[in-house]
């Protein structure tokens, strides 16, 4: 079936995406908005009034960069119902743009200049000037937290733990899929404790290829097993931890197997409530320092931190 037609939505508008960062948009919609909204889904999920899962993806920058090479994974992610915005250096590339756009637009005009639309004595824009008004939007969204329209960054892993106080006040239940065996085991131990009326189920899953396939004979039942685990228990979330891209692929894969009202993909989010990865403080995050957090404790390898930093508002800039 093809992608567009197998992740519809026809659910309410606030879902709008916004922006374009190497064909991905974002959900520019406040949290509160977002969380009443997809309460209002689940709402009619159960009383059969809506047609599918609702589908959650968080991208970020080092996922822009996945998808700028895999097209298939780019769409997934555009198609997709809520895409929050999981990172401060891909808001600040969406501010970076939108600003940039809107002034070029003016000198188009002719109402940025007195000198008219000559583009070349208008705008003699190089790669350094470019830097610095990225800069600048950097700086933007690290000291007001939003973009100049107003879109919020929206952590993966505390959106989790806003649905899990969604999921506690309707005595919901969810599925926690993806990861090992021991870092759920620690996960589902603190996440009970904390969301007593929460039923919840866990399976570790398949091992996977990079096209999100099971990778063995074997690993095709383990696949087989975890629809059936999922089904049977009807959960009302289902929150998926293979890692980009295969999470997503897997989702896209079975969503229209999945008997579940709403299906997000977390990452490495089980590790942080389990404690086998170390959360990042609060004031690091508001400073845009998370990546650096991680290269010195040592939880997130050097190529990654280099491509999400570097290479990612690299080529930002190099195409705007």
Known sequence: MPLKKKLKFSGAKIFRKKGNIFGIGITGTPKLKLLMGIRDYL?????????????????????????????????????????????????????????????????????????????????????????????????????????????????????????????????????????????????????????????????????????????????IRRDEKTLRLINRFQPDMLFVAFGAPKQEKWVYRNIEKLNSSLIMVVGSTFNYIAGTRKSVPLYIEKLGLEWLWRLLTGSQNLKRIYNAVIKFPTLVLKES
Do not use: W
């Open 43 to 219: 709402t009619k999920m159960r009383r059969s009034e809506a047609k599918k899962p609702l589908f959650i993806t968080t991208p970020n920058p080092e996922q822009a960069l996945f998808a700028k090479k895999d097209t298939r994974f780019k769409d997934i992610l555009q198609k997709s119902d809520i895409a929050i915005c999981d990172g401060v250096g891909l808001l600040a590339s969406y501010e970076y743009n939108y600003k940039f756009k809107s002034q070029k637009s003016k000198v188009k005009n002719g109402s940025g200049s007195p000198l008219g639309n000559n583009d070349k004595i208008l705008f003699p824009i190089n790669f350094y000037t470019r830097i610095i008004r990225f800069t600048n939007a950097y700086l933007s969204v690290i000291r007001t937290g939003k973009s100049s329209d107003g879109i919020r960054i929206i952590k993966g892993r505390d959106f989790f733990l806003d649905l899990m106080d969604l999921a506690n006040n309707k005595k919901g239940k969810v599925f926690l899929l993806g990861s090992t065996r021991k870092v759920l085991e620690r996960a589902t131990l603190k996440l009970s404790k904390k969301y007593p009326a929460v039923r919840f189920k866990t399976y570790h899953g398949a091992k996977l290829d990079s096209k999100a396939v099971p990778l063995t004979d074997k690993e």
